[in-house]
Structure formats: structure tokens, C-alpha cells
């Protein structure tokens, strides 16, 4: 294996905060399976394999013994042809047999049936089933059919709705599977769990106990996640066989540029000189970035420093590119004839673009378990490299000083809560809708869903148990990606394109009249936004700025579930009511931050109840910090830094979380720190909080103590989602109590 690593000279610099060189890993592998149906070793050694990687023979024996499996091995590691295997082989067994595939999206789907009528297997008949599927195929391929692939969504409101069309499917359906199983957390998640177990109750009432084939990023609690999915238990197939190449990997610091404001150079131009100066090697390079102006910038950037041949030799890859445009660029980087790539986090999802030598990430995607995934596609040929460039966010800068924190620990969990009644409901009435529930029901749906029954409009007892008297399909009222019910649409003015949805608690201080929006990288200027009609209109945006909303937040207890005494406080978990208004937005400058315009707002408060961790430091701890301001600010401050590190725990990002400090809380009569869950109802990411309190704690006084700004900055205590605009923050007060605090353990 030949290794080019010409890329020694271009990692040189005080920027180079960390380096490290995975080892090669050879393979482990084992001979097919002696029961593996013929036709399937057949058209596998067609494809030039002949025998499995050691977790993929362990994934499939234990599927032959007929219990769920959840396959969480690193990216590119077969994932696919683990939870394949035992699917051909039944359906080359049976003509009967049905299995039913899940994507989180379209593409994705696409992808993987591509890849399967490459494989050639005889006797397997698969088809796409979602949106985009014509009418007059639908019934076609209910009844030819028996590998189905299509989304949550459909299944949701396609599917089981008219499990009447899927009788003779759902009777013989042996496999759900179930790929990129780490998408589904936090609300989607919760939502995805549900209809899962929609699924189950359905095809047990037409005879059918599939087994769930799961598979996921490497995450903490694969287990778990597969129980909180499905609600059943599932086989953990973790130790990865496949071979690897050696990779080395770099954290990159742009330059501090003021010490005491904590401002450094900007990541963008830093990840277009690395870009350059990599292509200008002939090293085959992706560049990552969080939106689409990063992308669009660090190609223009980085376009600029290479001579006119080499830059014609880059190309930016942007979301919504079809099926055959996504495969010319492959095609183009497979031939050499591209050397460059900038993409957004888009083409983070399983879809292959072909081997290259080295990956960028320009800012901590989120999650390390998209990192990997973003890294993944470095080396897979030879030696390769895979980069962090930090923006200044808290997260990352934390990772540049704790490097281990980010390359050997395993603490994200993938969490969700399918029992979140906001959640919750709308599937009791949409399976109630498919068939009426009764207390048998508590096997498949859970115990939750009979308890809620009584409490769903629309849902009336008989004697065959709970039924909807409403008129409409329910699922229709449901969408998956929010707890509200009644959220706002989003709406492109210029297009009439409906760009998503945002929930009441959310929608006035992220879609308020002025307001910047994101969507999939792209910015959107918010038009108007009609309480009454609860639509956002939006339009293309181009401006070098952003907003921010002013917002006064209150929080009251409503019932505490868990106290505990914990790091010398008492340590509180449960249900609290937030209530927000939105009173102002500042306009601030991209560049650098500063603001240009606050600007009035008048909008009515919003309240929602949901699940919040709390504690109340005892005098001791906050001996010192009593004086008013100090006291507030140390809080305020300590709050913002849990917050920024909350996602290391809990698979989210720091906008699904929310917080509130005070020197007096109405409720403890105490100073009092709250971290809440940003969504109604809780979807599980403040439990966590509480669960892993002393290393959350631990961590967040270790990236106070390590930022060497003088006196708070946006790497340690400010927060770009700040709803008293990053004002009374003392960073130096919330270290002091933080410590206490740790040291108390
Ligand atoms: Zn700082
Ligand atoms: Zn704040």
C-alpha cells in the first residue's frame, strides 16, 4: 500500500493544536456462513467477496436466532451487508417473506437500492415506496415487492394508515430495517419510536413478529437506543473487524488574534489555505463546512490561492444535487479530474463519493459521531489524513485543549423519549385510528400509550376498546419533526416552497419579522410572520449578518421527580412550565460580531411545560459571590458554559436546550440555575443532564479554567442564543462555584 503523505509541510504552525496517527488495523474475517443460501454467496462472490468480516458473521447469527440486532461499527465497515445478509437469505428461502427498510432520507433510500439490484440476488424484488412514488406503481409494488424501502414519514402517514393495502405484506413481514439508527433522537427520534411501535402492533394483528435490524454510527448506548426505537430488547454487534488504513489526525487553532476578547482568525480562511495547499499537492481533499456560504466561501477562497488549472479542479457539492449529478462528481473525483470538494454537513449521511486522502471538517459538526463520519471518508485507500479546523464556538475550542475528550471518549448517548405525552398522543390516536386499543395493546405501544388514551380528544371507549371518533386520518396532524401540534410553516415567499416547520415555543425568536433564518445551510431573511394563519414568510438572503432575539424567561416548578444530593447540593429533575417573550432582536455583523441595530419587538409570551435539571448552590459554595451583580452574572455565566457542553453528553445541539440562572427564584427562594429541555415535554436530554451530572460539571469547570480569555469570550461563557444578550457574565465567579462544586464530589 503505497502512502503519500505529502502533507507534513502544510501541518506546521502554533495552529496545530494536536496530532495523531491512528494505527493501520488489519482485517478480521470469517468464511460465509454454512447455512448462507447459495444464491447469495453466489452473487457476493460475483462482487469479488468471499468471506464476512467478524461482525458481520456475528450479526448474522445472531439474527438467525431469531432476536433484534443492532450493528454499531465505525463508517464504511460493511454496516450494510451485516443487516443484508440475513435479509437475502430469508427472502431467497421464502418468495413469501417480506422485509421493509427505513431511511431517514430519500437519497439515502435511493443509495441502498441502488447497491442491492447491483448485488444481483436472485429472487429478490426490491422497490422504493415514498412521496415521490407514482400513484398507479403504489399498488404494483404492494403486492410484487417484498423488499420495500421508504422513510418514517411515509410509513407514517402512507402506510400504516392504509395497513389495509399492506395486509398480505405486514402478514409476512420477517425483517424491519432499521440504517443511520443515531438519526432518529431528540424529537424525531421520539416521534420515529412510536410509529415503530405502530408498526409492531400492526403486524402482530395480522400474524407478524418481525425482528428489527438496526444499525448506527458508533455511539455510547447502542442498546439502548434500539430498546428506546423499537421497545424491545436487541443484540449490541460492536467489535469492528474491518481493516483500516493508517490515518493521521489533526486538530487545527486558527490564531489567536486578541487574547483578552478570546478573538480568533477566521476558521473559513484557514480551512481555504489547508484546502489549497493540499489540492496544490495533488492530495484528493473534502472540506466540510456548516452552511452553505462557509462551503461556497472557503471554494472562492481557496480558488483564489492556486493557479487557474488547479482551481478548475475544485468544486463546491451542494445539497439537493440528483442522483446522477452526485455520481458525475464521483465519477470526476474517482478519475482525478477533481481534486477539491467543499460541501455542507449534507453529504455527511453514509453516501459514498469515492476514496480520498484527506477530510476537512471546518467547525464541530455537532456530534462526534458526525465527525467520525466526515472523517471516515479520508484514507480508505491508503494513508490518510482527517482534519478539525475550530471555529470559535465553546465546544470546539474545548476539544483543542482536550483533545482526548474528543478522540477516545465514548459519552454521546443517542436519546430520545417516545413517552413524551406531547409526542405520545398523536400516535395513541393514530393507532387508534388503524385499529382500536385495547389494554393487549400495552405489549407493542407500551404501558404510556393506555394511560394517555383517556385523555385524547377525539378518542371514544367501546367495547373493542379505544377508538377515534374524529373525521380525518390523525397521522395527517402529526408531524415528526416537532412536539407542537400546532407549529408555524415556514415559507419561502419567493418559491411558495414550504422550507419547514418551527414550534410555537421556538417560532418567536427564531422566525420574528427581521429574524435570519437557517435551512439547510442557506440564509433566509424572515418577511412576516402571521400569528393567526402561523406562517413565517421567508425569502434568499444575502446579507453579512445575523440576529439575535431578546428574550425575558421564567420558569416555574411544577413537580420535582428526582432530588438528590449530589456534589454538595441538591441536584433536581423534573417537570417545570417556561414561559418567554420575546421583547427585542439585535442585527449583528458576521465579521466580527458587533452589533448594528436592536430592534423592538411586541409579541405575545409563549408557555410550555417541560423537563428541566435545577440546583441550588449552598452558602458555602458561593461564599465570596453573594454581592448582586456578581452573584447573578457567576450564575448566568456558569449556566451558559453546562449548556455549551451538554451536547458532549447528550446527543443534541445547544439550541434544543435551554437555560434560566437567578439570584432569587420565586419557587426555591434561592439563587437557582435551571437547564431545560428547549422542546415541550422533555425528549430526554435533561435527564441526561442529571444522570451524568459530576462529569458534566467536571468538564465545564475544565473549559473555564482552560480558555485563556481574561474575562469571558464566545469559546467559554458567551452564548450566540443568549436571551439577555450575553450581558452580566462573570466568568471567573462561575469557575469559582463550578469548582466548589467538583471538589465537593
Ligand atoms: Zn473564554
Ligand atoms: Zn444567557
Same mark, same amino acid.
Given at each position: ?20 496517527? !491512528? ?64 435479509? @437475502? ?46 400513484? !398507479? ?58 410509529? @415503530?411501535?405502530? +408498526? ?16 448506527? =454510527?458508533?455511539?455510547?448506548? =447502542? ?235 377525539? +378518542? ?12 380525518? =386520518? ?26 419547514? +416547520?418551527? !414550534? ?32 413565517? @414568510? ?13 428574550? !425575558?424567561?421564567?420558569? =416555574? ?177 462561575? @469557575? ?10
Amino acid at each position: 500500500m503505497t502512502s503519500v503523505a505529502t502533507w507534513e509541510d502544510v501541518l506546521v504552525g502554533d495552529e496545530l493544536a494536536y496530532l495523531t496517527t !491512528e494505527p493501520a488495523r488489519e482485517a478480521r474475517t470469517a468464511p460465509f456462513p454454512d447455512d448462507l443460501q447459495p444464491a447469495v454467496g453466489e452473487a457476493l462472490a460475483r462482487r469479488g467477496i468471499h468471506e464476512l468480516y467478524t461482525h458481520q458473521a456475528a450479526a448474522y447469527a445472531a439474527a438467525g436466532e431469531g432476536g433484534n440486532v443492532i450493528v454499531t461499527t465505525g463508517t464504511a465497515s460493511g454496516k450494510t451487508l451485516a443487516f443484508n445478509l440475513p435479509v @437475502l437469505d430469508a427472502l431467497g428461502a421464502d418468495r413469501h417473506t417480506r422485509a421493509l427498510y427505513l431511511y431517514p432520507t430519500k437519497a439515502l433510500a435511493q443509495d441502498q437500492a441502488r447497491s442491492l439490484g447491483g448485488l444481483g440476488v436472485a429472487g429478490v424484488r426490491a422497490a422504493i415506496y415514498d412521496g415521490d412514488t407514482p400513484t !398507479e406503481r403504489r399498488r404494483q409494488i404492494r403486492g410484487w415487492a417484498n423488499l420495500v424501502l421508504t422513510n418514517p414519514d411515509m410509513l407514517h402517514i402512507g402506510v400504516l394508515p392504509r395497513h389495509d393495502l399492506w395486509g398480505d405484506f405486514l402478514h409476512n413481514l420477517r425483517f424491519v430495517v432499521v440504517d443511520e439508527a443515531h438519526v432518529y433522537r431528540g424529537v424525531f427520534g421520539s416521534h420515529v419510536a412510536n410509529v @415503530l411501535r405502530r +408498526l409492531r402492533r400492526l403486524a402482530r394483528i395480522y400474524g407478524a413478529e418481525p425482528q428489527f435490524l438496526l444499525a448506527s =454510527a458508533t455511539i455510547a448506548n =447502542a442498546g439502548e437506543l434500539a430498546r428506546a426505537l423499537t421497545g424491545e430488547e436487541a443484540t449490541v454487534v460492536e467489535d469492528d473487524a474491518a481493516p483500516r488504513a493508517e490515518r493521521t489526525v489533526a486538530l487545527w487553532n486558527p490564531p489567536l488574534l486578541d487574547a483578552e476578547l478570546g478573538l480568533r482568525a477566521s476558521a473559513l480562511g484557514e480551512a481555504s489555505r489547508l484546502l489549497a495547499g493540499l489540492v496544490g499537492r495533488g492530495l484528493r481533499t473534502i472540506c466540510f463546512a456548516k452552511s452553505r456560504k462557509s462551503a461556497e466561501l472557503i471554494h472562492r477562497f481557496a480558488s483564489d490561492r492556486l493557479d487557474s488549472a488547479t482551481a478548475a479542479r475544485l468544486a463546491p457539492y451542494r445539497a439537493g444535487y440528483t442522483p446522477q449529478q452526485r455520481r458525475e462528481v464521483e465519477r470526476r473525483l474517482v478519475e482525478g479530474e477533481l481534486l477539491g470538494v467543499t460541501s455542507t454537513d449534507a453529504l455527511e449521511l453514509g453516501i459514498d463519493i469515492g476514496d480520498l486522502d484527506c477530510a476537512i471538517s471546518v467547525g464541530f459538526p455537532g456530534t462526534i459521531a458526525s465527525l467520525r463520519q466526515q472523517w471516515g471518508r479520508a484514507g480508505r485507500r491508503g494513508h490518510g489524513l482527517a482534519m478539525l479546523i475550530a471555529s470559535e464556538d465553546a465546544l470546539d475550542q474545548y476539544f483543542m485543549r482536550e483533545p482526548q475528550a474528543l478522540l477516545d471518549r465514548q459519552v454521546e448517548a443517542a436519546i430520545l423519549d417516545h413517552a413524551n405525552p406531547r409526542v405520545l398522543d398523536g400516535h395513541v390516536a393514530a393507532a387508534a385510528f388503524e385499529a382500536p386499543v385495547d389494554d393487549g395493546d400495552a405489549a407493542t405501544l407500551g404501558p404510556e400509550a393506555l394511560e394517555r388514551a383517556p385523555l385524547v380528544p377525539e +378518542l371514544r371507549h367501546t367495547q373493542r376498546g379505544w377508538v377515534w371518533a374524529g373525521k380525518d =386520518a390523525p397521522a395527517a396532524r402529526v408531524p415528526l419533526r416537532s412536539t407542537s401540534p400546532d407549529a408555524f410553516l415556514v415559507v419561502d415567499a419567493s418559491s411558495g416552497d414550504v422550507l419547514g +416547520l418551527a !414550534e410555537r415555543e421556538r417560532a418567536y425568536s427564531t422566525v420574528h419579522e427581521g429574524a435570519v433564518y437557517l435551512h439547510l445551510g442557506r440564509q433566509y431573511l424572515v418577511r412576516e410572520l402571521d400569528l393567526q394563519a402561523r406562517r413565517a @414568510l421567508v425569502e434568499p438572503f444575502d446579507g453579512d449578518w445575523y440576529t439575535q432575539a431578546k428574550k !425575558e424567561t421564567q420558569t =416555574a416548578i411544577e413537580e420535582p421527580l428526582r432530588v438528590e444530593r449530589r456534589l454538595g447540593l441538591e441536584l433536581s429533575f423534573g417537570r417545570v412550565s417556561v414561559t418567554e417573550q420575546v421583547v427585542a432582536y439585535q442585527k449583528k455583523a458576521a465579521a466580527d460580531g458587533s452589533t448594528l441595530d436592536t430592534v423592538p419587538l411586541d409579541l405575545p409570551p409563549t408557555t410550555f411545560d417541560t423537563e428541566a435539571v435545577w440546583f441550588v448552590p449552598r452558602p458555602h459554595q458561593l461564599e465570596g459571590l453573594e454581592a448582586m451583580p456578581l452573584l447573578l452574572s457567576s450564575l448566568h455565566a456558569a449556566e451558559h458554559s453546562l449548556i455549551a457542553l451538554l451536547p458532549l453528553w447528550a446527543m443534541c445541539d445547544r439550541w434544543d436546550i435551554g437555560g434560566l440562572s437567578t439570584n432569587l427564584h420565586n419557587d426555591t427562594g434561592a439563587p437557582t440555575v435551571f437547564v431545560y429541555d428547549g422542546h415541550a415535554g422533555g425528549v430526554g436530554i435533561a435527564a441526561r443532564g442529571f444522570d451524568q451530572f459530576e462529569g458534566w460539571v467536571a468538564d465545564t469547570a475544565e473549559l473555564l479554567a482552560g480558555c485563556p480569555c481574561e474575562r469571558g469570550c464566545p469559546s467559554c461563557v458567551q452564548s450566540p442564543k443568549c436571551g439577555n444578550l450575553n450581558e452580566f457574565l462573570d466568568k471567573s465567579g462561575a @469557575l469559582t462555584l463550578l469548582t466548589r462544586m467538583s471538589n465537593a464530589g
